[in-house]
Antibody
């Protein structure tokens, strides 16, 4: 079965960096685009970034553009989110989520599979 | 501030039904983009409940149904059960935003 397992969360000071990982199994990793979605404590869901199935295309929410970098290693079935210049407002549970269809992302995107989430707390 | 507006909360007695609205505009739902729905139990990752407006993934009970009309969409839950108590989010695509994958504001269902 499809599994997505995030790791790398923790407490970090403002301005510092942190890298999240998402290990995938149960499907052909290199066939699917992947997303990061976050949820601040007590708040709703916010889309953060997407990477295409082959890693050639990447898009970001304005709130993280220039500070976060999404990447993937298809040989290791792993998705990453490198977060730098972290702010208090980046405090959230970060979920990796798989695209619904192979080789696709776009206006019809939805997220049938999610990881369990990794909590990132930005605080001095 | 999400472009998809949902009521903060709805409630119903066990066995009754509730409907959750998701109101958008002509840049998202009204532009013809599909709407998807997720259920989030406390402390758990979201679970896909409805995709492409009215399709249920395997394993989702037929008590859950979705619809879309104009600039809005709805999720209906019939025969409420205690385990349906959760947060529900709609999601769609917005062609006017640089972050095009948008979620609704979320609705807490109390049984």
């Amino acid at each position: 079965q499809v599994q997505l397992v995030e790791s790398g969360g923790g407490v970090v000071q403002p301005g510092r960096s942190l890298r999240l990982s998402c290990a995938a199994s149960g499907f052909t990793f290199s066939d699917y685009a992947l997303h990061w979605v976050r949820q601040a404590p007590g708040k709703g869901l916010e889309w953060v970034a997407i990477i295409s199935y082959d890693g050639s295309k990447k898009y970001y929410a304005d709130s993280v553009k220039g500070r976060f970098t999404i990447s993937r290693d298809n040989s290791k079935n792993t998705l990453f989110l490198q977060m730098s210049s972290l702010r208090a407002e980046d405090t959230a549970v970060y979920y990796c989520a798989r695209e619904g269809s192979t080789y696709y992302y776009g206006s019809g995107s939805f997220f049938p599979y999610w990881g369990q989430g990794a909590l990132v707390t930005v605080s001095s | 501030q999400s472009v998809l507006t949902q009521p903060p909360s709805v409630s119903g007695a066990p066995g009754q039904g509730v409907t959750i609205s998701c109101i958008g505009n002509n840049s998202n739902i009204g532009a013809g983009y599909d709407v998807h729905w997720y259920q989030q139990l406390p402390g758990i990752a979201p679970k896909l409940l409805i995709y492409d407006n009215d399709n249920r993934p395997s394993g989702v009970p037929d008590r859950f149904s979705g619809s879309k009309s104009g600039t809005s969409a709805s999720l209906a839950i019939t025969g409420l059960q205690a385990e349906d108590e959760a947060d529900y989010y709609c999601q769609s695509y917005d062609n006017s935003l640089s972050a095009p994958y948008v979620f609704g504001t979320g609705t807490k269902v109390t049984v």
